[in-house]
């Protein structure tokens, strides 16, 4: 099978879990509305073959499920994200092997690296069809409009390329675009981003920032790119570690850049440092529209496509999007790598309905006194992704960080906010955060729902209730006597709470 979208386009038709829709569409809002329906079911991947103003198909929510993330990333489970997650928590922290096992596990880690070195192809399907100078017109690609108060179409999974001009280092990102006219583009990104970086080293220079926005990737690409682990590996290399093959590479026609050889769609084009345009608004993550902000402006001067392409696109706003079901697979991949940074860290998890980022429930073995707020404060820091988390919730190693039931108990009953919850004020903060009193600047909550251990408290601990064995074991045995063995008992849906208990 092809790794190219379309080659995971025809997986997800195999397993019956993608809809053609041959009806009459419109980008501007109604291709976002029935994508967001579908994605509220669990529905799902959407391809609309007849979009209103275009001649290219538009496919969506093709990420809308965990499951089908899995399957984008040659997996079959949730489960074995956490194994590609210590192979790269050993890449990041390499120690030398005690044993001939670890020496031998090792090894393969980095037989996979090796495996997962870029190709190059040079006649790629990308740059089937070559469009230049006054043939080049973005209004004829299916972009879409998501929120009646959006400010206009926009590129929403493109994979956008820059370069370190002083070490030649690509950076590959997925940054919001925004349609300005038939050949310019604004990209909304933070200045804490490498392509924001990249621009501000070719204005120290006085050049411009050669940039590729890569359109209809192998999806897991995309979850390359939108993993920001501190490993000292291109996107690339991280890539063909998540597929296990390395990315096949195709130089620009017009850029000193490289891009996926089969991207459906490739622009190609320039920033001149300074030039900027307002931006926004659009809706977000957050659940509401962003503000205006005046950002780069991409001059385009090429488009190259395959033969017959497929638009590939998705949008932000309140969860369950396809952003925070990619947050959910990163979750898992994370977790190996947290262990590694804060070693009491047991398990952790991001709610999707807390935005996958904004508050945190992590479980800790707990030894000492005073452990679980060193443990809150050692995850803030733990990785780059983790700075942006407002509430830090630590429990006990027993309790299931996934099951709100148990989180909830865990605070109810194990919590006195005078002692334990602690806040710290005026930290660096997501700018997109409207709750905070002043933008960039924030506050974050530690909650404390361990088991409280001398000095911590200065009574005895309550002993939790628990059966006797001895009855339970009985009870077991009995089970068919009591004539309970042939009962059809449903279970307590463990998504009441909207969360995904497993």
Not at 352 to 358: G, P
Not at 372 to 399: E, G, H, M
Request: glycine fraction near 8%; proline fraction near 7%.
């Amino acid at each position: 099978m092809a790794r190219d979208l379309r080659g995971f386009i025809k997986i997800l038709e195999e397993k019956g879990q993608l809809q053609r829709i041959s009806a009459l569409v419109d980008p501007d809002l109604e291709i976002a509305e029935i994508a967001n329906r579908m994605l509220q079911k669990g529905g799902p991947g959407l391809l609309f073959e007849n979009v209103k103003g275009a001649s290219f198909p538009v496919t969506v929510n093709l990420l809308g499920t965990v499951e089908r993330i899995c399957w984008a990333m040659n997996m079959q489970h949730p489960e074995e994200l956490e194994v590609l997650g210590k192979k790269l928590a050993m890449l990041q922290q390499p120690k030398p092997p005690k044993k001939i096992g670890q020496a031998v596990e090792f090894g393969k880690v980095l037989f996979d690296v090796l495996k997962a070195k870029p190709g190059r192809d040079f006649f790629p399907a990308c740059q089937q069809v070559v469009l230049q100078g006054d043939d080049l017109d973005l209004n004829k690609l299916p972009l879409i409009r998501p929120y009646p108060g959006d400010a206009g179409k926009i590129i929403t999974l493109g994979l956008v390329i820059t370069r370190d001009c002083e070490t030649g280092t690509p950076n590959v990102g997925v940054y919001r675009l925004q349609l300005q006219s038939k050949n310019t583009m604004t990209v909304h990104w933070l200045s804490v981003r490498g392509g924001a970086r990249h621009l501000r080293k070719a204005a120290e220079r006085g050049q411009k920032l050669e940039v590729a926005i890569a359109l209809g990737v192998d999806p897991l690409i995309i979850m390359a790119a939108a993993t920001p682990i501190p490993v000292d590996l291109s996107e690339w290399l991280f890539a063909g570690l998540y597929g296990g093959s390395g990315v096949q590479l195709a130089k620009c026609k017009t850029l000193n850049l490289e891009v996926p050889a089969d991207s459906e769609f490739v622009l190609e084009g320039t920033i001149t440092p300074g030039e900027e345009l307002p931006d926004g608004p659009f809706g977000d993550h957050m659940g509401y529209y962003g503000g205006v902000e005046d950002s780069p402006l991409i001059r385009f001067h090429c488009l190259t496509h395959r033969k017959a392409p497929i638009y590939l696109t998705t949008f932000s706003g309140r969860p369950p999007k396809e952003e925070a079901m990619m947050a959910i697979a990163l979750n898992r991949i994370y977790t190996p790598i947290l262990r590694q940074q804060v070693s009491e860290i047991v398990d952790f998890f991001l709610p999707m309905e807390a935005l996958s980022y904004k508050a945190a429930i992590i479980s800790i073995d707990k030894a000492y006194p005073g452990q679980a707020r060193r443990a809150a404060l050692a995850f803030w820091s733990a990785l780059p992704q983790f700075t942006y988390t407002k509430f830090v919730i630590v429990v006990d190693k027993d309790i299931n960080v996934r099951d709100p039931r148990q989180v909830v108990w865990a605070i109810t009953s194990k919590v006195d906010p005078t002692r334990d919850v602690f806040i710290l004020p005026n930290t660096p903060f997501d700018s997109l955060d409207f709750a905070s009193e002043k933008i960039g600047l924030g506050g974050r909550m530690g909650i404390d729902a361990t088991t409280k251990i001398p000095p911590e408290t200065e009574h005895e601990w309550g002993e939790a209730l628990e059966s006797d064995p001895e009855v339970a074991a009985m009870v077991d045995r009995r089970w068919v006597e009591y004539g309970l063995a042939d009962l059809q008992l449903g279970e307590v849906d463990p998504n009441l709470f909207g969360y995904d208990v497993r």
